[in-house]
């Protein structure tokens, strides 16, 4: 996974990533898919819909509300690090990528998105927790959904960096390009409460890169982004496992 012409690739650490966030933080993030989720109640209780409208808006407000509930899982689950034993352990980073997609296709497909993986000929082995890796990817693809445009498709991608030393595991966006004062942004530690969100993708204040960036650092590895043309790459690199793959 090379970096193309008029890309900017840089790792996300430093600043950001002091203390925890303040609770207005968690509220922004939280505040979308609970306007969401009562905006749809309300026009349910209106009863002025079909029943296929009914369905459909049904099915969304239970994938909302899952979302919702795996920002908080997270933000939960990284107060607790400091106090948890996590196993590393090898890992097919496509296997479990393509479990991910399978659990996502469905709230993609409510927001008329797919999701893909670009996957290798040849497996790879990585060093992580199955668990905070899962939720990782998790948190990306749920920002690229956010800001996924028209029918272009969300890609998680596998690769390798530093002579195969560093397996990357990244998701692709076609949303709003990411100006430069992004890096910037993000460098602002998030124990100010007066941190704004994240120039063009307002929905972001930077809370999933915060939980992320402490689940990479628990299983030794790194989150950082790809600024491209047409969107934005975050990706996650670990070390990939000696072990051999007879998988």
């Given at each position: 996974m090379s970096v193309a012409k008029g890309e900017h690739e840089e790792y996300l650490e430093g600043p950001l990533f002091n203390g925890l966030p303040p609770l207005a933080i968690a509220a922004h993030e939280l505040k979308s898919p609970l306007a969401l989720v009562r905006q749809l109640s309300l026009m349910l209780e209106d009863g002025n819909v079909s029943a296929e409208d009914q369905k459909r808006m049904l099915r969304q407000i239970s994938l909302t509300s899952e979302r919702a509930l795996?920002?908080?899982?997270?933000?939960?689950?990284?107060?607790?690090?400091?106090?948890?034993?996590?196993?590393?352990?090898?890992?097919?980073?496509?296997?479990?990528?393509?479990?991910?997609?399978?659990?996502?296709?469905?709230?993609?497909?409510?927001?008329?998105?797919?999701?893909?993986?670009?996957?290798?000929?040849?497996?790879?082995?990585?060093?992580?927790?199955?668990?905070?890796?899962?939720?990782?990817?998790?948190?990306?693809?749920?920002?690229?959904?956010?800001?996924?445009?028209?029918?272009?498709?969300?890609e998680i991608k596998i690769g390798t960096h530093n002579a195969g030393k560093t397996i990357r595991l990244g998701v692709r966006d076609y949303g709003p390009a990411l100006s430069s004062d992004l890096f910037k942004s993000l460098r602002n530690k998030l124990v100010n409460v007066s941190s704004s969100p994240i120039h063009a993708r307002p929905q972001s204040s930077g809370l999933g890169l915060y939980i992320v960036s402490q689940f990479a650092d628990v299983m030794n590895g790194r989150i950082g982004v790809t600024r491209h043309r047409d969107g934005a790459t975050f990706y996650v690199d670990l070390q990939a496992s000696k072990q051999l793959n007879l998988l």
């Open positions: 795996r920002l908080t899982s997270d933000l939960t689950k990284s107060v607790r690090l400091p106090d948890a034993l996590f196993t590393l352990e090898p890992i097919n980073p496509q296997q479990l990528c393509e479990d991910i997609i399978r659990e996502l296709a469905p709230l993609f497909s409510a927001h008329n998105r797919q999701v893909k993986l670009v996957s290798r000929r040849r497996s790879l082995l990585l060093v992580a927790n199955r668990d905070l890796l899962r939720r990782i990817i998790m948190n990306f693809s749920d920002n690229a959904l956010n800001y996924a445009e028209g029918n272009d498709c969300v």
